[in-house]
């Protein structure tokens, strides 16, 4: 199922494409930027105490009896 998803996203995909003619007009520039030190903010952060530890406890888990059908009743 997920490939037929697969497929018809990809079919969709090669018809938008192929639907248009793109020609580049102009060329592009990248903008020029300037990067001034800034200064990060600062927080006080009260956090819970949170303790951590094991504990051994025994679980008694159930049996299963499971028994083999005769072949002659089937």
Known sequence: MKKIAMM???GTCSLALAAC????TEEGDMP????EEGNMPEYDVDTA?????TETETVE??????EEADASEE
């Not at 003619?21 to 580049?24: A, N, P, S, T």
């Not at 105490?49 to 530890?53: K, L, R, S």
């Open 8 to 10: 018809a996203v990809l």
């Open 61 to 66: 888990v159930p049996t299963i009896d499971v």
């Open 49 to 53: 105490d949170v303790e951590i530890g």
């Open 21 to 24: 003619d793109v020609e580049q």
């Open 32 to 35: 020029e930027i300037s990067v």
